[in-house]
């Protein structure tokens, strides 16, 4: 069993749509909780950083980890097509800074 | 102020022959992360180097790679003799410090093709 798994894509949806992104893992040292994205042919930017359980809302989008239950997911809401891009959750025992366990990915296309 | 400079941004090399990969950090950034992404996975963890340390080389494979960080200049990732698996996207990440409210900022990777 993979460490963090990650719902497998792609994903495409309309303009304006609430999207739902998740990721379960199996390691419960893990305690920091990181979505990136990333843009075809550029490296990963953080969009969102949570310590252990709970929610974080940053403009239209709001990251929610279960630590009982290992989920963490990502929501967008009304999607826009800059939003098209592929989404990595990532883990670590010790910060956002330190090494991470990344999920696979999935792809997002928002239509217009 | 620039971000994470990597490069080459895009890198060709045959079979049996030395690939380096190069990562300066962001200004002021002491602390250098290496991930490898292979063709539909994720990224994934290969070294963590401070100046002139390996502070963990758990992610390395245990051959043909190795990773340094001088006082002086930028980390070079080296692969020896590549092969076609290790064709990739390799990126590294700069932090200032260790420490749990610290994000590390991620260049824009230097893609290897082996031939």
């Known amino acids: 069993q993979k460490e963090v798994e990650q719902d497998p894509g792609p994903l495409s949806v309309p303009e304006g749509a609430i999207v739902s992104l998740n990721c379960t893992y199996s390691?419960?040292?893990?305690?920091?909780f990181m979505w990136y994205r990333q843009y075809s042919r550029k490296g990963p930017e953080l969009l969102m950083y949570?310590?252990?359980?709970g929610n974080k809302e940053d403009g239209r989008f709001t990251a929610q980890v279960d630590k009982s239950s290992k989920y963490i997911s990502l929501f967008i809401r009304d999607s826009q097509p800059s939003d098209s891009a592929t989404y990595l959750c990532?883990?670590?025992?010790?910060?956002?800074?330190?090494?991470?366990?990344f999920g696979k990915g999935i792809t997002l296309s928002v239509r217009p | 102020n620039a971000g994470v400079m990597q490069n080459p941004r895009h890198l060709v090399r045959r079979r049996g022959q030395e690939a380096r990969l190069r990562c300066s950090p962001m200004k002021g950034h002491s602390h250098v992360y290496w991930y490898r992404q292979l063709p539909e996975e994720g990224l994934k963890f290969m070294v963590y180097l401070q100046k002139e340390n390996i502070i963990d080389e758990s992610g390395m494979p245990k051959e043909r790679f190795s990773a340094e960080f001088p006082k002086e200049g930028p980390s070079i990732l080296r692969i020896q003799q590549v092969v076609r698996g290790d064709s990739a996207a390799y990126f590294c990440a700069s932090s200032p410090q260790q420490g749990v409210d610290t994000e590390a900022f991620f260049g824009q990777g230097t893609r290897l093709t082996v031939v």
């Open positions: 949570t310590y252990s359980s």
């Open positions: 390691n419960s040292a893990f305690q920091y």
């Open positions: 990532a883990m670590s025992r010790t910060g956002a800074n330190s090494k991470l366990t």
